[in-house]
């Protein structure tokens, strides 16, 4: 139990002095904080926006915090780094921060969730979320999340890649908290896999053909042309065996048309087979119907009694004397 409570309050102790520089060190933008114990004392990494503002006019600043972190806190032999953030934009404590700041001067929560969310995902951000969750359009507290991109909401992805930020805004109503959690562009999740394609193998170098070889594919050659010709020998066979093959034409029952009855008589005069009656068709004779039609086209002889009288014909006065 006593290394428990000694791991307890040390976590404490940690944590009370990140609270004491964030309210110190509110106005540089504070981005984080780390504590490493070494040999010579404690080294605390500082990481702000604007380290000139914790460093202070000829280190006075920084000198104060120091005295502060080894009386107030007990750490042996405090030294203080200050380290610049290099995209502050993708920094989660100072956007949280910033986000605290724009609710206290008046802006709205949703328009304040969506331009943070912007903002970090065009500095190169993989996946952002901004919570804030308080009293913010009335007296019962509500909760509003803005995100966009790839989140991880656990497991060790989470823990490598999700840094998280909080901060809080002080109003009229109530506090306000607000989260934000940013995934590092660099990472690389689980499910990403590179193939490496295989090296490429140099060609081996192309042998000569010599008679020997010649010869030899020749021969083979050859060969398929041969297995090629048996082949098509023994499908044509196959083809002519089928088609000489004939099916056996199906016995027709009794009672159907044109089946026999048993003990019938064959032969056409027998008793009791109705005899075949063979029209024949009469010849038109083709000599009396072309007299009769020439007969019927000649114009009728009309009797001497009906014939008409033809008038005298008058002879010339010359004929008339010889005559």
């Known amino acids: 139990m006593a290394s428990e409570r000694k791991f307890v309050t040390e976590n404490i102790r940690r944590v009370l002095l990140k609270e004491y520089l964030m309210s110190k060190v509110g106005r540089a933008g504070f981005g984080g904080l ?34 502060a972190i080894e009386e107030d806190f007990n750490f042996n032999n ?17 956007m949280a921060e910033k986000l605290a700041n724009a609710l206290e001067r008046g802006w709205h929560f949703r328009r ?26 009335g007296q019962r507290h509500r ?4 995100k966009e991109g790839h989140i991880k ?20 109503p109530g506090i306000i908290g607000v989260t934000v959690q940013i995934m590092d562009p660099n990472a690389r999740l689980p499910d990403e896999v590179k193939i490496i394609p295989p090296p490429t193998v140099p060609a081996a170098p192309e042998v000569p053909a010599t008679k020997e070889g010649e010869a030899a594919s020749k021969a083979e050659e050859k060969k398929a042309e041969e297995a090629v010709q048996e082949l098509k020998k023994t499908a044509e066979g196959e083809v002519a065996a089928q088609a000489k093959v004939r099916k056996p034409r199906a016995k027709k029952k009794e009672g159907e048309p044109g089946v026999k009855p048993e003990g019938a008589p064959e032969e056409p005069g027998a008793p009791g087979v109705p005899k075949k009656v063979v029209r024949k ?42 005559g």
């Open 34 to 67: 780390d504590v490493q114990r070494t040999p010579m004392g404690t080294r605390v990494t500082l990481i702000t926006e604007r380290p000139g503002l914790v460093i202070g006019r000829r280190g006075e600043a920084i000198k104060s915090l120091t005295k």
């Open 78 to 94: 405090p030294q203080i780094e200050v380290q610049e953030v290099e995209n502050p934009n993708l920094n989660a404590q100072i």
């Open 281 to 322: 068709r009469k010849k038109k004779e083709p000599e009396a119907g072309a007299a009769a039609q020439q007969q019927a086209e000649a114009p009728k002889e009309l009797p001497p009694a009906e014939q008409p009288e033809l008038p005298a014909q008058t002879l010339p006065a010359d004929e008339k004397k010889e």
């Open 153 to 172: 909401f656990c497991g060790e992805a989470k823990l490598n890649f999700m840094a998280r930020g909080f901060a809080a805004a002080k109003l009229k």
């Open 143 to 146: 909760t509003e999340k803005f």
């Open 112 to 137: 304040a969730g969506h331009s943070t969310v912007r903002r970090i995902m065009d500095s190169g951000a993989r996946g952002c979320q901004v919570i804030i969750a308080g009293k913010l359009t």
